[in-house]
């Protein structure tokens, strides 16, 4: 079945430090990657996204991804979090123009 | 260029009682998707609308669930005789449509909460 597996529900870290996210997918072929972040009480923003071509993307905020065909992960980083990246990150793919397939989730807090 | 917008940002029904919520989607975006996001989870797709293909419903999980799209712009989702167990965020997303994928854009949601 098609999924996606966000395998850490609650991260913390001190600002300042570096931040890696993980997900993993279940596809039999090669999907279209998300990263989304969603802050309290707001709607879904998108971070970044990978489609093809080079594997390491970039997107808003100071955040990366990398694709890893060979783990079927698309882990998110950060070198240096800052207090407002707290909120949750939610990792997606689709086939195309198909629903978006999501993690559960993962909820960042930053400390001082 | 205004982004995807929903009404009401926030609903209080009683149990029993139906509801309507409404996504207005980007301009010019065919397709269109409902996604529901309970409390603590993640987002389940709901249905789906690709210009005047017949939308795709597999995600609904009753059939006190129902939306419309009128061509290629506002949809409804309806919720008849709400449960308790209907209490989420409801969100809508478009995005251009065409081959291969495509950005989808969020709206802000509904809160429904059945009381």
């Known amino acids: 079945a098609q999924s996606v597996t966000q395998p850490d529900i609650h991260i913390t870290v001190s600002e300042g430090a570096s931040l890696e996210l993980r997900c993993n997918y279940s596809y039999g072929a090669t999907p279209y990657l998300f990263w989304y972040v969603q802050s309290p009480g707001q709607g879904l923003q998108l971070l970044l996204k990978y489609f093809s071509g080079d594997t390491l993307v970039q997107g808003i905020k100071g955040f990366e991804a990398e694709f890893k065909r060979s783990q079927s992960s698309f882990n998110l980083r950060k070198p240096s979090v800052h207090w407002s990246d707290a909120a949750e990150y939610f990792c997606?793919?689709?086939?195309?123009?198909?629903?978006?397939?999501f993690g559960k989730g993962t909820r960042l807090s930053v400390i001082a | 260029g205004a982004g995807v917008s929903q009404s009401p940002s926030n609903k209080v029904t009683e149990k029993g009682k139906d509801v309507e919520l409404r996504c207005d989607p980007i301009s010019g975006h065919t397709a269109l998707y409902w996604y529901r996001q309970r409390l603590g989870q993640g987002l389940e797709f709901l249905i789906y609308?690709?210009?005047?293909?017949?939308?795709?419903k597999s995600g609904l999980p009753s059939d006190r669930f129902s939306a419309e799209r009128t061509g290629e712009s506002v949809s409804t989702l309806t919720i008849q005789r709400t449960q308790q167990e209907d209490s989420a965020v409801y969100l809508c997303a478009s995005s251009p449509g065409g081959r291969g994928g495509n950005e989808q854009f969020f709206g802000p949601g509904t809160r429904l909460t059945v009381l």
């Open positions: 609308f690709q210009g005047n293909s017949a939308p795709d």
């Open positions: 997606a793919f689709t086939s195309g123009n198909t629903p978006l397939v």
